[in-house]
């Protein structure tokens, strides 16, 4: 995956930069799964949760504003992905897909 973005020119990763510090997150015990650039709208969602005993009304601006971020992410990443398969779809559409024989084998 990495050498078909690098062919691509797309740079892998989020352009978001990471707020909350490991230590933060993991005195909040965030996840490991959940430790990513959305992280610190995640540590307030859960106090608030906590606090209002996981009532689904409660926290909503909490919540949104991480549901906005995860979003966010998953667009992102969506973006990279196709820019990769295009570059991808030019590259074997030019021809210069690897063939079965290689072009140094002697063929009678």
């Given at each position: 995956?990495?050498?078909?973005?690098?062919?691509?020119?797309?740079?892998?990763?989020?352009?978001?930069?990471?707020?909350a510090?490991?230590?933060?997150?993991?005195?909040?015990?965030?996840?490991?799964?959940?430790?990513?650039?959305?992280?610190?709208l995640?540590?307030?969602?859960?106090?608030?949760?906590?606090?209002?005993?996981?009532?689904?009304?409660?926290?909503?601006?909490?919540?949104?504003?991480?549901?906005k971020?995860?979003?966010?992410?998953?667009?992102?990443r969506?973006?990279?992905?196709?820019?990769?398969?295009?570059?991808?779809?030019?590259?074997?559409?030019?021809?210069?897909?690897?063939?079965?024989?290689?072009?140094?084998?002697?063929?009678?």
């Open positions: 995956m990495e050498a078909a973005a690098a062919a691509a020119g797309v740079q892998l990763g989020s352009s978001k930069p990471q707020i510090t490991q230590a933060e997150m993991a005195e909040a015990r965030v996840p490991l799964a959940y430790r990513d650039q959305c992280a610190h995640l540590i307030p969602l859960n106090k608030c949760r906590v606090s209002e005993f996981y009532l689904p009304w409660k926290c909503e601006p909490e919540r949104h504003a991480y549901e971020c995860q979003y966010e992410l998953v667009m992102e969506m973006l990279q992905m196709q820019k990769i398969r295009e570059a991808q779809e030019a590259k074997v559409k030019s021809g210069a897909s690897i063939g079965l024989i290689p072009a140094t084998a002697k063929l009678a």
